[in-house]
T-cell receptor
Framework: DSGVTQTPKHLITATGQRVTLRCSPR?????VYWYQQSLDQGLQFLIQ???????AKGNILERFSAQQFPDLHSELNLSSLELGDSALYFC??????????????FGPGTRLTVL | DQQVKQNSPSLSVQEGRISILNCDYT??????FLWYKKYPAEGPTFLIS?????DKNEDGRFTVFLNKSAKHLSLHIVPSQPGDSAVYFC?????????????FGTGTQLKVEL
């Protein structure tokens, strides 16, 4: 158990819908990261927040947005869902915003299925 | 453009022998490298890391080697155990730049047989 929690575990929805994925980091960690793992793309970095502010951005679609709240939990919002958005979404957390030995600890993931 | 590549999708090794997992990268700006292990239905688990100022880092049964000129790193597991059977991901990051974005390879499925 990494100490990172993600809800829900599974989510099934229809195209065009909007969903929210939630992540609680390990106690004491200030950074939260979101990754998408799809069958054909592997693990892809989406976005990082550090202490409430966006720190780094990957190839995150405009239909996707994230935020980190004052209690440090984070939410990833996915809207206008398409079939291709079906994937495993992982959240990770780390102590610092960057640098060496700032290893990321991953949650168990949320499996999103878009029908 | 796959900047981190793991060209072997799978590897089978006998228990007690050495497992060698390989990873190549193309971006010369990468200066920090990590290996993660992933079991089914779980998130990746951090194993070991290495900075580009080193060429070797060891932690128990796990050793990572970095060859910067070849843009290649490898993970050695000695001795291999059945519990090591998992998917292994190589990841790389650029330490400067304000964040800690990880670029992952596609993974190698390791199977350790009795």
């Amino acid at each position: 158990d990494s100490g990172v929690t993600q809800t829900p575990k599974h989510l099934i929805t229809a195209t065009g819908q909007r969903v929210t994925l939630r992540c609680s980091p390990r106690s004491g960690d200030l950074s939260v990261y979101w990754y998408q793992q799809s069958l054909d793309q592997g693990l892809q970095f989406l976005i990082q927040y550090y202490n409430g502010e966006e720190r780094a951005k990957g190839n995150i679609l405009e239909r996707f947005s994230a935020q980190q709240f004052p209690d440090l939990h984070s939410e990833l919002n996915l809207s206008s869902l398409e079939l291709g958005d079906s994937a495993l979404y992982f959240c990770a957390s780390s102590v610092a915003g960057g640098g060496i030995y700032n290893e990321q600890f991953f949650g168990p993931g949320t499996r999103l299925t878009v029908l | 453009d796959q900047q981190v590549k793991q060209n072997s999708p799978s590897l089978s090794v006998q228990e007690g022998r050495i497992s060698i997992l390989n990873c190549d990268y193309t971006n010369s700006m990468f200066d920090y490298f990590l290996w993660y292990k992933k079991y089914p239905a779980e998130g990746p688990t951090f194993l070991i890391s290495i900075s580009s100022i080193k060429d070797k880092n060891e932690d128990g049964r796990f050793t990572v080697f970095l060859n910067k000129s070849a843009k290649h790193l490898s993970l050695h597991i000695v001795p291999s155990q059945p519990g090591d059977s998992a998917v292994y991901f190589c990841a790389a990051s650029i330490l400067t730049g304000g964040g800690n974005k990880l670029t992952f390879g596609t993974g190698t499925q390791l199977k350790v047989e009795l």
